[in-house]
Structures are given as C-alpha cells and as structure tokens.
C-alpha cells in the first residue's frame, strides 16, 4: 500500500508566499513522476507542474514566473513553492504521483489534497 499526503495549504494574504509538500509512504521502491493539479470549486482539475526527476521540471506557463517545484528523493516528498499569491491562486491542490513499488511495479496514486486560500 502506498498514499501520497499533501500538506502546507492554509489561508494568506495576497502576494504571500506558501510551500506546499506531498510526501510519499508505504511500500515505495522510487518515485516516478509526480505531477501537481489544483481545482477549483465546480471545475475540472487542471495542471500546475510536473516533475519527472528532480533536475526536469516543468510548471504551467499560468504561473510559471510565480511557482516552482523540486523534489527530495530520499523524503520521498515533492514540493511545490508558491510565491506573490494572487486570489485566483484559491483552489484545492492535489499531487498525483507514479510509485514503484518494486522494478516494473508501479500505481498511480493522488494525495487527498490541501486547500490554499489567498485573500485580496
């Protein structure tokens, strides 16, 4: 059994800054790619960055000149960094991530999300 948890989210004022992590647990061989979404109430969950390893990563251009990520192998945790927040940042942020278990052994899990809210 693997679960991937996010954590970090909370309430700031605009143009603060937020860290959010997605740590992995359970049964992990490596990580694969992980990728972070958000979602806003009502609508579809759309992309915010992915990262394949820790040195190729690629954020959405919507927010690419805000936000940036890495990732610690050796926590299994990934981060997505966030700063200058805006109040269109509000939105429930999920990662979703590619586990191996073991070689040629993987899932697909997504974390149960972490709700960010920048006020204006």
């Known amino acids: 059994q693997v679960q991937l948890t996010e954590s970090g989210g909370g309430s700031v004022r605009s143009g603060e800054s937020l860290t959010l992590s997605c740590a992995a647990s359970?049964?992990?061989?490596?990580?694969?790619?992980i990728d972070w979404y958000r979602q806003y109430p009502g609508k579809q969950r759309e992309f915010v960055a992915t990262l394949p390893t820790a040195t190729i990563t690629r954020v959405a251009d919507s927010v690419k000149d805000r936000f940036t990520v890495s990732r610690d192998d050796a926590k299994n945790t990934v981060y997505l960094q966030m700063k200058s927040l805006k109040p269109e940042d509000t939105a429930v942020y999920y990662c979703r991530g590619l586990i191996f278990k073991g070689p040629g052994d993987s899932v697909v899990e997504w974390g149960q999300g972490t709700q960010v809210n920048v006020s204006s």
């Open positions: 359970g049964n992990i061989f490596k990580l694969g790619t």
